[in-house]
């Protein structure tokens, strides 16, 4: 506030040294004035170097207690505020986030063999899917459906192909959250298929879909269907 302060009145100044006819009064106002504005900008500046660095320290910090999460394998957003985790050892996938980077970090950690679902949804549309054979019925096809439907009709309306969101699904053995998702790309804008930010965000969802996809195959063959109540 007091930065706003010092650069409006420097501006008056600067106002009233144009309207004045004394000579020696226009050079002090000019003077004054410009004194003001040089004071207020370097405030600024100032300002924002201690929150860009700031904010910088806390994003360092926020990515680093991400890291240290036990796993084997770890993906963390650029924002990292986000993070989805695999540990062999434990056989546990974990989908870390915090609001923040003040925030605490709230985990969800599923065991591999309660995953029965995944697939790449891109806009509402599924490009690819993997489910535990012993399911015939997809939750995250009935889920994705409505916006498949409406973002085709949005599609025929573009010349170009553009994507506003890309996550990775997973179905998974919750009854209260039986929906967990990853976001690997959102743009509100939407951005081309050809843009490399969107082909690099497809390629690391691809790696993640075909390793929650051998999890799910791996443990479809412990699973024994139940056929009849008895």
Not at 129 to 148: H, P
Not at 190 to 217: F, H, N, P, R
């Amino acid at each position: 506030m007091k930065t706003i302060f010092l650069v409006l009145l420097g501006t008056i100044y600067l106002f009233l040294a144009m309207a004045m006819n004394a000579e020696l009064i226009k050079k002090l106002y000019f003077l004054i004035g410009i004194t003001l504005v040089i004071i207020g900008v370097m405030r600024y500046i100032k300002w924002k170097y201690h929150t860009f660095r700031m904010m910088a320290e806390l994003k360092s910090a926020s990515e680093e207690e991400l890291k240290n999460i036990p796993h084997t394998h770890a993906t963390i957003a650029n924002d990292a505020l986000h993070a989805l985790l695999l540990n062999e050892q434990t056989k546990t996938l974990i989908l870390a986030v915090r609001e923040d980077w003040e925030a605490a970090v709230a985990k969800k950690e599923i065991r591999f063999n309660e995953i029965y679902e995944v697939a790449i949804v891109e806009d509402g549309h599924i490009v690819a899917r993997t489910s535990n054979g012993l399911f015939s019925d997809s939750l995250l096809e009935e889920e994705n459906r409505v916006l498949a439907e409406e973002a085709e009709i949005e599609e025929e309306a573009c010349e170009e192909q553009e994507v506003s969101q890309l996550a990775l699904k997973m179905v998974v053995d919750n009854l209260s959250d039986p929906i967990i998702e990853y976001i690997f790309l959102e743009q509100e804008d939407g951005i081309s298929i050809e843009d490399d930010t969107y082909i690099e965000a497809m390629a690391l969802c691809e790696q993640w879909y075909q390793k929650v996809s051998i999890i799910i195959k791996h443990y479809e063959l412990e699973r024994v269907p139940i056929r009849h109540w008895q």
